[in-house]
Nanobody, 125 residues
Framework: QVQLVESGGGLVQTGGSLRLSCTAS????????MGWFRQGPGKEREFVAA????????RYSDSVKGRFTISIDIAKNTIYLQMNSLKPEDTAVYYC??????????????????WGQGTQVTVSS
């Protein structure tokens, strides 16, 4: 059974940094895509960043581009999200996601098969 376990969330002040980690178990995702989504209070789940593991193709949402960086340690089956220059509007539950099939786009949450339990990120003003 596939499991994605996130860690690294917490409370940080505006302008601060956090690094989220997500470790996959039950299978390897070296031939597909892993990514991060978030859901703020009263909002729908939205795409943050994703990476095709084999090709290295990466996408970021416009709201985090230049501030967040996604990276992968294939040997550890772990994906990271380095978040810098955090803003209060980044406050959300962050979810790690992975999928086992190829899709053209990276952003659609319905194309992902596996999800972590979520980790809370709170940015105080």
């Amino acid at each position: 059974q596939v499991q994605l376990v996130e860690s690294g969330g917490g409370l940080v002040q505006t302008g601060g940094s956090l690094r989220l980690s997500c470790t996959a178990s039950g299978r390897t995702f070296s031939d597909t895509t892993m990514g991060w989504f978030r859901q703020g209070p009263g909002k729908e789940r939205e795409f943050v960043a994703a990476r095709r593991i084999r090709s290295g193709i990466t996408r970021y949402s416009d709201s985090v581009k230049g501030r967040f960086t996604i990276s992968i340690d294939i040997a550890k089956n772990t994906i990271y999200l380095q978040m810098n220059s955090l803003k209060p509007e980044d406050t959300a539950v962050y979810y790690c996601a992975a999928r086992s099939r190829y899709y053209v786009g990276l952003e659609g949450p319905t194309t992902y098969d596996y999800w972590g339990q979520g980790t809370q990120v709170t940015v105080s003003s």
